[in-house]
């Protein structure tokens, strides 16, 4: 007796074994959306320090002070250091979990008073989502860049004019200060201490290590960021914006940076043919000032005395 079911139970076998092929890889795509979404809404997030160290601590009056950034979506939190009768005033920027306070080990507010001492007013700020400041996510110095400009626009409340304003930035707020300088004509002058070059190859480099993640997330987590940050987070390129300033520019880099490798510094500095550069022999990841906190202080605020003009 002949059997016809047989021919008719192979495609349909094959027909299951395709759906279920196909809810596998729609179950497994929406967990890697999932997990990179998540990623994006954690990594994204400043982590901020409890450090309390305050100008005091090195003997300087100061002052607290609040004002919005560019734009107005965040209130930047700040110390303003005042000199009587100084003409040049300089804001000092911290990098990435970091802060005004905690910056350099904790030693930021000796820089502050060694330029204070030059005869410099003094800014010291918490960039946006760090310190004091409103909470934000961070975006590698294409959002932050408006911290600084609205910095240079409350010292210009204080009576210093355009060109009389110089910026020393590290780390993310290096990159964040080339952005700042090269948007705003005001900035007389910038140092820029162990800045990237481009971000995307340092978020290859130390993806694992900051997000526990393989780097197939890298290229999703990225996309999703674009909604929870609001930026393409790719796009930051200080390489690409530092041979549009036009003011005098100081770019310092540690051999023995093993977070932002030197190279980011030389490719800075070779977009910038008419920038000083200075490569600190044996400084690790913003820690130049701490290798030679006397060479460091002299050779910034030689920079700043030269480079910054007058009312």
Not at 52 to 67: H, I, K, S
Not at 87 to 102: N, P
Not at 167 to 185: H, K, R, Y
Not at 214 to 240: C, E, H, I, K, Y
Request: glycine share 10%; charged share 20%; with cysteine.
């Amino acid at each position: 007796m002949a059997i016809t079911a047989q021919p008719a139970a192979k495609p349909r076998a094959r027909r299951i074994g395709l759906l279920i092929a196909l809810a596998l890889a729609a179950l497994l795509l929406t967990l890697y959306l999932g997990i990179s979404a998540y990623a994006a809404n954690v990594v994204s997030l400043p982590q901020r320090d409890a450090e309390t160290t305050t100008p005091g601590a090195v003997g300087l009056q100061f002052e607290d002070v609040r004002f919005p950034a560019l734009g107005g979506d965040v209130q930047i939190a700040g110390w303003y250091i005042a000199r009587s009768n100084a003409s040049q005033a300089v804001i000092l920027v911290h990098g990435k979990d970091s802060s005004r306070a905690s910056e350099f080990g904790g030693r930021f507010v000796e820089l502050a008073r060694a330029l204070h001492e030059r005869g410099f007013a003094v800014l010291m700020i918490d960039m946006r989502g760090h310190g004091a400041s409103s909470d934000a996510r961070f975006a590698f110095g294409l959002t932050e860049r408006r911290d600084i400009i609205g910095a240079a626009d409350w010292l210009q409340t204080q009576g210093f004019r355009p060109g009389t304003i110089g910026v020393l930035g590290v780390s993310m707020g290096a990159a964040a200060a080339i952005g700042a300088t090269a948007e705003d004509q005001d900035i007389g002058a910038l140092v820029a201490d162990c800045s990237y070059a481009e971000i995307y190859p340092l978020m290859e480099r130390h993806w694992t290590s900051a997000s526990g993640l393989p780097n197939v997330f890298l290229p999703s987590t990225l996309f999703a960021g674009r909604f929870v940050v609001g930026a393409d987070l790719t796009q930051a390129r200080p390489v690409d914006e530092i041979g549009r300033i036009t003011r005098p520019v100081l770019v310092i880099h540690g051999t023995e940076d093993r977070f932002t490798p030197v190279e980011h510094g030389r490719q800075l500095a070779a977009a910038a043919p008419a920038a000083d550069y200075w490569e600190v022999s044996g400084a690790g990841h913003a820690a130049s000032f701490v290798t030679d906190p006397q060479a460091y202080s002299q050779r910034v605020g030689d920079f700043f005395a030269r480079s910054l003009g007058t009312p």
